[in-house]
């Protein structure tokens, strides 16, 4: 065989791959219980311990079973990396529990060639009674390395964790950068010819996620396959290769040209938001500090806006939301995506100096501020609500499902005849020019 | 060129079918996941404890002065003869290896949902780990049995034991795979119906009261006869007393009944394991 036949192998060929729940039932988790529900089947009546949950009714069957994944086919070909989106929900997780084989398929097949890791695994396994050396092995055999293999890399696992010192002392004693060092690179030092990473990029800090950015990088330089799933558009889009969209269950797209699976995502997404209006219908995000009632785009007068918006109007971002404790800390507002997932900034109410914060009490707030005039260009936006309490906790994680609203934006770009049209440009700010003579003359 | 392509794939994933589904070759190359397994799991067990592996001595020891003083003192149940302390040694040792491979493998799925939710290998791996675990600490505590008996047979208390010791790895054997299969019985219900774990404790009390531990067969008779006659864990114990002690040897057809109960009980364990394996994830 041909070096450049084997360059376009493919390595993992997934055929019908169907992955089918049981609901109601199969969650009661006692014996007592489910002899009720059988009992209660066989003479005809309701179940008593049915429970549907927050599933999406459309793809619950009559029989309770709903189908996490349908019929999904697709090949990845050797060096690729290949980016899975789709909202939460969708089925990539499942598709990833099945690819690393935690769970099985319902129907279909899944043929792979080659050690499969993922990076999810980071630390999987970790006895903190044992040493770090103890911990290497025990870690390496788990994800499937022989022990001589390990003997082979041991030092080298040990110079990339930057523990040397440390190596016979028991991981319960590490710090968590050191643990994290360490079972990063055990995974690393893996070789794995496929390399599955979910969402890495959002734990961990920023030089670890720079870390595995860039392994992903060289992996894929060497010729190995990556699949990424991500909800951070950007990276996707810079990183992969090709490009998979999963929609409640169904493969809905499947294109090398990456940016268009990424619009058909966020614009699909949005159709099926309410386009400015949030309510927490659901009781979601509860928490003492700051839960959220409203959250919406109004006029000054609090009304909702009919989309689209003029670049020109008064816009105000609303948040109406109850908080039961009082803490200083507390910093809530909104961070401003463009079309492709990238975020323009964040604004916080206590942006400004100390003195001039909002007044918030316990009870009912409403936050309020004005989107700033003449600064976006035209087209869509995406404003998510964020928050947390300064430097302890998230209680709204930029990008990790909190509430959003989209934008769309549409003319009063400026007053001047030659600004009429939207640029190619992220931002469409209207700033001040003059002109400042060299030497006093008339025009 | 198709039909190459074919041979090539390392693995393929597909939908659970076929009762005995399990790769005997699979876990055969994790056999060094196994090797750390057991050690974590010894070394762990006595890490940040006072008296180390000393633990493993201890509670045998202690078991056997509550049933010296119950068993032998106050309810003065017969023991063939033999001396009581290594009657009833003998018998704890034995049971708690059994019972120590029940217990643990009996939560495998549960216990390590962490770990099996997060990366695939042949699940078979942890109960066999834990089996072989299981087998140090009763080779510490058959130490202890051993050097007691010494002791015994230095006083002229028991005579030398017979050549029935050397079954003594056979009883081993088939006491590890009687632990293996009734604990992944277990484990592969408790995946669904957690309170099968609440009845586990309780059930292997009730089990070691069925078993010839603190009495010895002869003193029983009728229908309970036959209740330790089916209980494969009966002729396992009764050979290895006579072994090492001496007294009377049960009929070879009781060790007959125990052999096939084994063979059946860990059939059907295989059976549910991989029927539960592949999909424990989703119910767990």
Same mark, same amino acid.
């Given at each position: 065989?041909?070096?450049?036949?084997?360059?376009?192998?493919?390595?993992?060929k997934?055929?019908?791959?169907?992955?089918?729940y049981q609901? $109601?039932?199969?969650?009661?988790?006692?014996? *007592?219980?489910?002899?009720?529900?059988?009992?209660?089947?066989?003479?005809?009546?309701?179940d008593?311990n049915t429970?549907? $949950?927050?599933?999406?009714?459309?793809?619950?069957?009559?029989?309770?079973?709903?189908?996490a994944l349908?019929?999904?086919?697709?090949?990845v070909?050797?060096? #690729?990396?290949?980016?899975?989106?789709?909202?939460?929900?969708a089925?990539?997780?499942?598709?990833l529990?099945?690819l690393?084989r935690v769970?099985?398929?319902?129907?279909?097949?899944?043929?792979?060639? $080659?050690?499969?890791a993922?990076? @999810?695994e980071?630390?999987?396994?970790?006895?903190?009674e @044992?040493?770090?050396?103890?911990n290497?092995?025990?870690?390496?055999?788990?994800?499937?390395?022989?022990?001589t293999e390990?003997?082979r890399?041991? #030092?080298e696992?040990v110079a990339?964790?930057?523990i040397?010192?440390?190596i016979?002392t028991?991981?319960?004693? *590490?710090? =968590?950068?050191?643990?994290v060092?360490?079972?990063?690179a055990?995974?690393?030092h893996l070789?794995p010819?496929? @390399?599955?990473v979910d969402?890495?990029?959002?734990?961990?800090d920023?030089?670890?996620?720079?870390?595995?950015l860039?392994?992903?990088?060289e992996i =894929?330089?060497?010729g190995?396959?990556v699949l990424?799933?991500s909800?951070n558009?950007v990276?996707?889009?810079?990183?992969?290769?090709?490009?998979?969209?999963?929609e409640?269950?169904y493969?809905?797209?499947?294109? #090398?040209?990456v940016?268009q699976?990424i619009?058909?995502?966020?614009?699909?997404?949005?159709n099926?938001?309410?386009?400015?209006?949030?309510?927490?219908?659901?009781?979601?995000?509860?928490?003492p500090?700051?839960?959220p009632?409203k959250? *919406?785009i109004g #006029?000054?007068s609090?009304k909702?806006?009919?989309?689209?918006l003029?670049?020109?109007?008064e816009?105000?971002i609303?948040?109406?939301a109850?908080?039961?404790?009082?803490d200083?800390a507390?910093?809530v507002? *909104?961070a401003?995506?463009?079309?492709e997932g990238?975020c323009?900034y964040?604004?916080?109410?206590?942006?400004?100096?100390?003195?001039?914060w909002?007044?918030?009490?316990?009870g009912?707030?409403?936050?309020?501020?004005?989107?700033?005039?003449?600064?976006?260009?035209?087209g869509?936006?995406?404003?998510?609500?964020i $928050?947390?309490?300064?430097?302890?906790?998230w209680?709204?994680?930029?990008s990790k499902?909190?509430?959003?609203?989209?934008?769309?934006i549409?003319?009063?770009?400026?007053?001047?005849p030659?600004?009429?049209?939207?640029?190619p440009?992220l931002?469409?700010?209207?700033?001040?020019?003059?002109c400042?003579?060299?030497?006093?003359?008339?025009? | 060129?198709?039909?190459n392509?074919?041979?090539q794939?390392t693995s393929i994933?597909?939908?659970s079918?076929?009762?005995f589904?399990?790769?005997?070759?699979?876990?055969?190359?994790y056999?060094?996941?196994?090797?750390?397994m057991?050690?974590?799991?010894?070394?762990?067990?006595?890490?940040q404890?006072?008296?180390?592996?000393?633990?493993?001595?201890l509670?045998?020891?202690?078991?056997t002065?509550?049933f010296?003083v119950?068993?032998?003192?106050?309810?003065?149940?017969p023991?063939n003869?033999?001396?009581?302390?290594?009657?009833?040694l003998?018998?704890?040792v034995?049971?708690?290896?059994f019972?120590?491979c029940?217990?643990?493998?009996?939560?495998?799925f549960?216990?390590?949902?962490a770990i099996f939710?997060?990366v695939y290998?042949?699940r078979? %791996?942890?109960p066999i780990?834990?089996?072989?675990?299981?087998?140090?600490?009763?080779?510490?505590?058959f130490l202890?049995?051993?050097?007691?008996?010494?002791?015994?047979?230095c006083?002229?208390?028991?005579?030398?034991?017979?050549?029935?010791?050397? %079954?003594?790895p056979?009883?081993?054997l088939?006491?590890?795979c009687?632990?293996?299969?009734?604990?992944?019985?277990?484990?592969?219900?408790?995946t669904?119906?957690?309170?099968?774990?609440l009845?586990?404790t309780?059930? %292997?009390?009730?089990?070691?009261?069925?078993?010839p531990?603190?009495y010895?067969?002869s003193m029983v008779?009728?229908?309970m006869?036959?209740v330790?006659?089916?209980?494969p864990?009966?002729?396992?114990i009764e050979?290895f007393?006579?072994?090492?002690?001496?007294?009377?040897?049960i009929?070879?057809?009781?060790w007959?009944?125990?052999g096939?109960?084994t063979?059946?009980l860990?059939?059907?364990s295989?059976?549910?394991?991989s029927?539960?394996?592949k999909n424990f994830?989703?119910?767990?």
């Amino acid at each position: 065989m041909r070096s450049e036949d084997f360059m376009s192998d493919t390595v993992i060929k997934v055929e019908n791959l169907s992955k089918q729940y049981q609901l $109601g039932t199969i969650g009661s988790g006692t014996l *007592y219980r489910d002899l009720q529900s059988w009992w209660a089947r066989t003479r005809g009546k309701e179940d008593p311990n049915t429970k549907l $949950g927050t599933w999406d009714k459309s793809q619950i069957e009559g029989d309770q079973s709903y189908w996490a994944l349908k019929d999904v086919s697709f090949e990845v070909k050797q060096g #690729d990396i290949l980016g899975i989106i789709g909202r939460n929900g969708a089925g990539k997780s499942t598709l990833l529990k099945i690819l690393s084989r935690v769970t099985g398929p319902t129907s279909g097949s899944i043929k792979i060639k $080659g050690r499969v890791a993922s990076l @999810l695994e980071v630390g999987t396994g970790f006895h903190p009674e @044992l040493t770090g050396r103890e911990n290497v092995y025990l870690n390496g055999t788990i994800l499937g390395m022989r022990k001589t293999e390990i003997d082979r890399k041991f #030092d080298e696992i040990v110079a990339f964790a930057e523990i040397e010192k440390f190596i016979d002392t028991p991981v319960k004693r *590490y710090s =968590s950068g050191m643990y994290v060092r360490l079972a990063f690179a055990v995974a690393a030092h893996l070789d794995p010819e496929i @390399l599955i990473v979910d969402e890495v990029l959002a734990v961990g800090d920023a030089a670890f996620q720079k870390k595995c950015l860039g392994k992903m990088g060289e992996i =894929s330089k060497e010729g190995r396959t990556v699949l990424f799933v991500s909800h951070n558009m950007v990276a996707i889009e810079q990183l992969c290769s090709r490009a998979l969209l999963i929609e409640k269950g169904y493969l809905k797209q499947q294109s #090398d040209n990456v940016k268009q699976v990424i619009k058909s995502y966020l614009a699909n997404n949005s159709n099926e938001k309410q386009l400015a209006f949030w309510e927490n219908r659901d009781g979601e995000f509860t928490n003492p500090y700051f839960h959220p009632r409203k959250f *919406y785009i109004g #006029d000054k007068s609090g009304k909702t806006m009919i989309m689209p918006l003029r670049n020109d109007q008064e816009i105000y971002i609303y948040i109406e939301a109850e908080i039961e404790v009082m803490d200083s800390a507390l910093t809530v507002g *909104y961070a401003l995506y463009n079309e492709e997932g990238s975020c323009l900034y964040w604004s916080y109410q206590t942006d400004v100096s100390q003195e001039k914060w909002p007044k918030l009490c316990k009870g009912e707030n409403v936050l309020c501020s004005q989107l700033p005039k003449h600064l976006l260009n035209e087209g869509g936006y995406r404003v998510e609500i964020i $928050g947390s309490l300064h430097f302890r906790e998230w209680l709204f994680e930029p990008s990790k499902s909190v509430p959003s609203l989209m934008i769309q934006i549409e003319g009063g770009l400026s007053d001047s005849p030659y600004n009429q049209h939207r640029r190619p440009t992220l931002l469409n700010p209207i700033l001040q020019w003059e002109c400042k003579p060299l030497i006093e003359r008339e025009c | 060129m198709n039909h190459n392509h074919q041979e090539q794939w390392t693995s393929i994933i597909q939908p659970s079918n076929g009762w005995f589904d399990i790769k005997f070759k699979e876990i055969w190359n994790y056999r060094d996941l196994i090797v750390m397994m057991v050690k974590r799991d010894f070394v762990a067990f006595y890490k940040q404890t006072i008296l180390g592996p000393l633990w493993y001595l201890l509670q045998p020891l202690f078991t056997t002065i509550v049933f010296t003083v119950i068993f032998g003192q106050i309810a003065k149940l017969p023991t063939n003869g033999l001396p009581q302390m290594l009657f009833y040694l003998s018998g704890t040792v034995m049971w708690n290896y059994f019972a120590a491979c029940l217990n643990t493998t009996s939560n495998t799925f549960v216990a390590n949902a962490a770990i099996f939710g997060k990366v695939y290998f042949p699940r078979l %791996v942890i109960p066999i780990a834990v089996v072989i675990t299981n087998m140090l600490s009763f080779g510490i505590q058959f130490l202890l049995f051993l050097s007691i008996l010494l002791f015994f047979i230095c006083q002229g208390a028991v005579p030398i034991p017979n050549l029935w010791i050397l %079954v003594t790895p056979l009883l081993l054997l088939q006491m590890g795979c009687l632990g293996l299969g009734c604990g992944i019985i277990v484990s592969s219900m408790t995946t669904k119906y957690r309170d099968l774990s609440l009845l586990i404790t309780f059930g %292997v009390q009730l089990w070691m009261y069925a078993t010839p531990v603190a009495y010895p067969v002869s003193m029983v008779s009728g229908l309970m006869r036959w209740v330790l006659i089916v209980n494969p864990m009966t002729a396992i114990i009764e050979i290895f007393r006579y072994a090492f002690l001496g007294g009377e040897l049960i009929p070879l057809w009781y060790w007959g009944i125990s052999g096939t109960m084994t063979v059946i009980l860990l059939m059907i364990s295989i059976v549910l394991f991989s029927k539960v394996e592949k999909n424990f994830m989703d119910t767990v």
